[in-house]
């Protein structure tokens, strides 16, 4: 019985098409950072396992792709564990590589190993491959290409407003229709658990991320379940309710921190992102100030963004971020990071769904040169020599078969246009090109000014 062969769960093949939309989109992105002054790095597609875990969560962790040791290592097994059932423990006795979950962990790395080398603040963007074993589904894989922008050095609250004009910045050129950037501060979700009585906001952060999904009633519900005080409950639903602009949201907010003598810093670097990035004139975004946002509190200490697709898509998030000042170095103050990424497949879906690739996705013209006879080919071979040397697209048909075959195959491959040189051509030392979508055939004197004409044409 013959096997069928599959990609593995959560990865993909890339047709020719499906690569020229891909690296349209991932031009403009890399076009903007580059606009924004973000200088480019790359980090090893796995990591030491040490420098990954314990820095996402223990939920995370779980979901890192771990390398398998060989040789002599796999003698250091903790057989003990795996017989007991922690499975976790015996993953680790037996690995201590990981392909890399994030890019953001790989950067910490990267800034402590090369301080003295960078300049502060030190903009970096990066796109690569990361990995993650979760559950796939639309838009959600365990091979994707993450794409982030990140600032390190002093906390100033202009870096949050720089990342977010970023987001305006690429959703603008890729012509998407105006989105919601969500916004919050997790000093902010530390003082609503003071408020609820709460020892941690560990209690209420893994409901709050999914408050998106679940909606309030269901915040409660699930609150109620794990035994919270009706109380608790109703402080928090009382400050989730809280309608109306950012300025009257953040006005009362503040209101009730002050009046339970919870510092309101955290409030007031909100409205001052807010209000700059009002003065910067946001064309694809929308900020709305918003308390349930609690997302990647595994390493977030301060401001946190979520970028909500479009209301007629079901994708969830297509970008997020936050500030993290203990990530590449733990009370340096001059190592605090705020950095975004780009759900670059979601972006993805959403182009390919409301039609927002370009039309022609690739400008350089293609060429079929038509075989009549291996004899034939060194008439023009020098021609497609120098034509591949100046980038023009340019191809032999391998076989002398029917010309009807060879026409078939320049449609199927959307080449542009079929150069002909038969022996009637060689006679009269002209060629013929024809444009394959038009259907028209012009004629050539000299077979010598071959590359020069077609030059003209692409």
């Given at each position: 019985m013959s096997h069928k062969l599959n990609t593995p769960k959560g990865t993909r093949d890339f047709s020719s098409l499906e690569l020229k939309k891909r690296n349209y989109l991932l031009k403009v992105l890399r076009d903007s950072f580059k606009s924004f002054n973000f200088q480019e790095i790359q980090t090893p597609s796995f990591e030491n396992l040490s420098t990954l875990t314990d820095k996402y969560g223990d939920e995370e962790d779980s979901l890192m792709f771990k390398i398998l040791s060989s040789g002599e290592k796999v003698k250091k097994a903790d057989i003990s564990s795996l017989n007991d059932g922690k499975l976790s423990k015996f993953a680790n006795s037996i690995s201590d590589k990981a392909l890399r979950y994030d890019l953001t962990v790989p950067l910490s790395r990267f800034v402590q190993q090369n301080l003295n080398e960078i300049t502060l603040p030190f903009k970096r963007f990066q796109t690569q491959l990361v990995w993650r074993a979760d559950r796939p589904q639309k838009g959600r894989y365990r091979e994707f290409l993450?794409?982030?922008?990140?600032?390190?050095?002093?906390?100033?609250?202009?870096?949050?407003?720089?990342?977010?004009?970023?987001?305006?910045?690429?959703?603008?050129?890729?012509?998407?229709?105006?989105?919601?950037?969500?916004?919050?501060?997790r000093e902010i979700l530390e003082g609503i658990s003071k408020i609820m009585n709460l020892e941690s906001l560990s209690e209420i952060s893994s409901t709050l991320d999914k408050s998106d999904k679940i909606g309030i009633d269901g915040v409660v519900d699930e609150l109620s379940k794990k035994g919270m005080k009706t109380k608790s409950i109703d402080k928090l639903i009382f400050l989730l309710n809280i309608k109306g602009s950012n300025k009257s949201k953040i006005d009362l907010v503040r209101k009730e921190f002050n009046s339970k003598n919870i510092p309101s810093n955290a409030i007031d670097s909100i409205e001052e992102i807010i209000n700059t990035c009002n003065q910067f004139k946001l064309n694809n975004i929308e900020i709305e100030f918003d308390l349930s946002l609690?997302?990647?509190?595994?390493?977030?200490?301060?401001?946190?963004?979520?970028?909500?697709?479009?209301?007629?898509?079901?994708?969830?998030?297509?970008?997020?971020g936050g500030r993290y000042d203990d990530l590449v170095q733990k009370n340096n103050p001059k190592l605090s990071g705020f950095g975004i990424s780009f759900?670059?497949?979601?972006?993805?879906?959403?182009?390919?769904?409301?039609?927002?690739?370009?039309?022609?996705?690739?400008?350089?013209?293609?060429?079929?040169?038509?075989?009549?006879?291996?004899?034939?080919?060194?008439?023009?071979?020098?021609?497609?020599?120098?034509?591949?040397?100046?980038?023009?697209?340019?191809?032999?048909?391998?076989?002398?078969?029917?010309?009807?075959?060879?026409?078939?195959?320049?449609?199927?491959?959307?080449?542009?246009?079929?150069?002909?040189?038969?022996?009637?051509?060689?006679?009269?030392?002209?060629?013929?090109?024809?444009?394959?979508?038009?259907?028209?055939?012009?004629?050539?004197?000299?077979?010598?000014?071959?590359?020069?004409?077609?030059?003209?044409?692409?």
């Open positions: 993450q794409c982030d922008v990140d600032i390190i050095g002093e906390k100033n609250f202009l870096n949050e407003v720089e990342c977010i004009k970023v987001y305006d910045h690429v959703f603008e050129n890729l012509g998407l229709p105006k989105l919601v950037l969500r916004i919050n501060n609690a997302r990647g509190l595994g390493y977030y200490t301060g401001t946190i963004v979520e970028v909500s697709s479009p209301k007629d898509f079901s994708l969830g998030s297509i970008g997020g759900g670059f497949d979601r972006i993805f879906l959403i182009l390919e769904e409301l039609n927002l690739f370009p039309n022609l996705l690739d400008s350089s013209k293609s060429f079929l040169f038509l075989n009549f006879g291996t004899d034939k080919i060194s008439y023009f071979i020098d021609s497609v020599n120098q034509l591949r040397k100046d980038c023009i697209v340019c191809e032999i048909y391998p076989v002398d078969v029917k010309i009807k075959k060879q026409l078939d195959y320049a449609n199927k491959k959307g080449i542009d246009f079929v150069v002909i040189i038969g022996d009637d051509e060689l006679k009269k030392d002209i060629f013929k090109v024809k444009d394959m979508s038009k259907g028209d055939e012009l004629t050539f004197m000299q077979i010598d000014s071959l590359a020069e004409k077609i030059k003209e044409i692409s």
